[in-house]
Each structure stands twice: as C-alpha cells, then as structure tokens.
C-alpha cells in the first residue's frame, strides 16, 4: 500500500531541491520548472492508477490545439503517428499542472474556459494541481491565491499540496488528488 501523505511530502520537497537551484534566475527558469514538476508529477501519479489507465503528457487530443501538462488515457492507447495527440475516446482525464500556482485571475479564466470546451466538446473533464500556492496571506492586502483559484475554477475540482509562503504542507490533498483521478 502506498502512503500518500509520505508521497505527497516527497513531491513537493523534490520539486523545490530542483528548482532552487537557478532561484535568481527564476523567471527564465519557468518552462524547465513547469516541466520537471509534470514528470515528477507524472511518476508519482503512475504508481497509484488503476491498471487500466496510464498518465501521459505533454499531450494533445486529436482535433483540439491545446496542449496540455498531463493526461489520463486508457492504458496502451497510443498517439497518432508523429504526433502526441490521443483520440478523445481514450482520454479520462486533463490534468493542468502547476509548480507555483497562477497568479493571474485572466489566466484562471483563460484554464476555465478550456476545462469548458473539454466538457461540453468532448466530455472529457479536467482537474488543477499547484503543488505550491499562496494561501495564508501575511498582510491584509494581499491575495488568497487558492481561494481566488478556487471560486474562478469552480465547480472544477482543484488541487493544492502546500503553502509557497509557509510550507505547510494541506493534508490529504494528494491523496484526494489521486482519488479523483481514478473514479474517472
């Protein structure tokens, strides 16, 4: 059996060792990040699938121009030739990834508007996982980032394993993750 919250704590301290290594040139580092928190993301979610399905990504479906972090798709399926787009019937699940959250309400809305389209094109439906976001605000002003993801993204499910700010790790949030991975 596979211990979940251990798991979800090894995530995140394996994403943030890796990608505290270029912190001053955070920035220019955003693409390499958002790729090494997909394929640890990826491992980590590939041990607890159920045996039919399979995680994949960077993915697209076939006929949509998105691409997207991470999918579900049943297992074996494969992508048409030369590409790494997979016919919609085999996919379960998109999942939009993010190593520290979006920091934007227009790009919340931009994420909502393809969870939309996913849904009501294709019924395929969509989740969002922050390993990190800032939901404890320090000063009065200042944003809750999860809550504000939260309200724009609804009724998408959304997914956060630690405070950027504090550290603190939000309980059973990987294990909720995987859940409701599988039930799709």
């Given amino acids: 059996m596979i211990d979940l919250d251990f798991e979800q704590k090894e995530i995140v301290c394996l994403i943030e060792r890796f990608s505290k290594t270029e912190k001053r040139r955070r920035f220019i580092w955003n693409k390499f990040n958002g ?56 996919v379960h699940l998109v999942i939009e990834v993010k ?16 969870f939309e389209d996913l849904t009501n094109e294709c019924s395929i439906e969509s989740v969002y996982l922050a390993v990190r976001e800032s ?27 630690c405070d950027s700010r504090t550290k603190e790790l939000y309980p059973n949030q990987w294990k909720e993750f995987v859940n409701a991975v599988n039930l799709n």
């Fill in 35 to 90: 790729n090494l928190t997909c394929n640890v993301i990826k491992k980590y979610l590939g041990k607890c699938l159920r045996t039919n399905l399979e995680v994949v990504g960077p993915a697209f479906i076939n006929g949509y121009p998105t691409e997207f972090d991470l999918m579900v798709v049943d297992a074996g399926s494969k992508p048409e030739e030369f590409t790494n787009a997979y016919n919609s019937e085999s």
């Fill in 99 to 114: 190593s520290h959250g979006t920091f934007s309400e227009k790009a919340l809305k931009r994420i909502k508007d393809i």
């Fill in 135 to 161: 939901g404890s605000p320090k000063r009065k002003k200042t944003k809750n980032w999860i809550e504000i993801t939260r309200k724009m993204l609804d009724p998408y499910k959304v997914f956060v394993l």
